[in-house]
């Protein structure tokens, strides 16, 4: 069962690198796995580290995109400055809250003053409507022409980096998101694979997990079976490396020797199934039903006004009432 967040808990401001928890031992950025990718990610966070300002990371949920966000912050010159982590829901928040023109610029601005010689990390950019990204990219363009008037220490040397889930070049050639904002945030791409590309570090996260958590709750495991770690390796794992770490965790709650064995583990078999017919049913998706579904997601971005749906789309009012008319479900707009 879900349970909901308040406005404020969308905004985190973490400590300073010399005060956050260190990286996990015997890794370079607390990114565990030697796979290529792993080592290619590594070697990506040591050149970009000390010289981006706006980032872009991609990838899966629970594929780790704070993760090296964080990697990313301590490698910079700002690693002694706030790491400020804005969830998409504070943005829109913010939209609905404020019925003024500039009132999302104005919660982007005062956040940019909370992260100044530091990084703001903004989470999830993909799921901010397209009213709030035009006021996203007016807020950066201020910033940025502000700074250019300060002289150098009254700068404030501020980094930004954004996370999605969503493939943005896709939704920027389908009107789905904006051009100039992902422009803007995607000087450096950073695409993180999915944990079932990469099976190889598997192991390497499971004895990751598994001492972590022995040592934080006292147990005596010390090892997987066989037998359990290919049962783990079968598994699709859609919810990536933080599904393995909530299974490891819940896996060494119940063990009680040395051992952790097969019947530790969750059943993975529905699952699978499961997660095979969505991948089945996901190659069926008609072109029809992803414009229908980005028309009725920015009509409801509008609050069903039409005509402020047609600009946003780039079209004419009445190619829109003809796409309504054609199909479209009113219903769906409720």
């Known amino acids: 069962m879900s349970t909901s967040r308040s406005p404020s808990s969308y905004l985190t401001l973490s400590p300073p690198a010399s005060l956050a928890p260190p990286f996990t031992a015997g890794t370079e950025s607390g990114i565990v796995g030697s796979s290529a990718a792993m080592t290619r990610l590594r070697q990506q966070i040591r050149r970009i580290g000390p010289h981006f300002r706006t980032v872009l990371v991609s990838g899966e949920a629970g594929t780790g995109k704070e993760l090296v966000a964080r990697a990313l912050h301590r490698m910079s010159p700002a690693s002694n400055g706030p790491f400020v982590v804005c969830h998409a829901a504070a943005i829109k928040n913010a939209l609905a809250e404020r019925e003024a023109t500039n009132g999302t610029a104005d919660h982007i601005g005062r956040l940019m003053k909370r992260s100044a010689r ?48 969503e493939d943005l070049k896709t939704s920027v050639s389908t009107g789905m998101f904006s051009q100039e904002l992902y422009q803007r945030l995607a ?148």
């Open 118 to 165: 530091g990084t703001l990390f903004l989470e999830r950019i993909s799921d901010i409507s397209l009213e709030a990204q035009g006021r996203l990219v007016r807020a950066l363009t201020q910033h940025e022409l502000t700074q250019s008037r300060l002289d150098t220490p009254g700068r404030t040397d501020l980094r930004i980096i954004a996370s999605t889930e």
């Open 187 to 334: 000087t450096v791409d950073i695409t993180l694979p999915p944990l079932r590309e990469r099976m190889e570090d598997l192991p390497e996260l499971a004895t990751h997990f598994l001492e972590r958590f022995a040592a934080l709750y006292g147990r005596g495991v010390r090892e997987i079976t066989d037998e359990a770690m290919e049962r783990m390796q079968k598994h699709l794992w859609p919810r990536n490396v933080s599904e393995l770490e909530i299974v490891l965790r819940n896996s060494v709650l119940e063990s009680e020797g040395e051992v952790l064995e097969l019947h530790h583990l969750p059943s993975f078999a529905a699952a699978n199934q499961a997660e095979q017919s969505m991948a089945r049913a996901s190659k069926s998706v008609r072109l029809q039903d992803v414009i229908e579904h980005h028309v009725l997601r920015v009509l409801k971005d509008c609050g069903g006004n039409k005509l402020r749906a047609s600009e946003l789309l780039g079209i004419s009012r009445s190619t829109l009432y003809r796409m309504l008319d054609s199909g479209i479900s009113g219903e769906s707009l409720r």
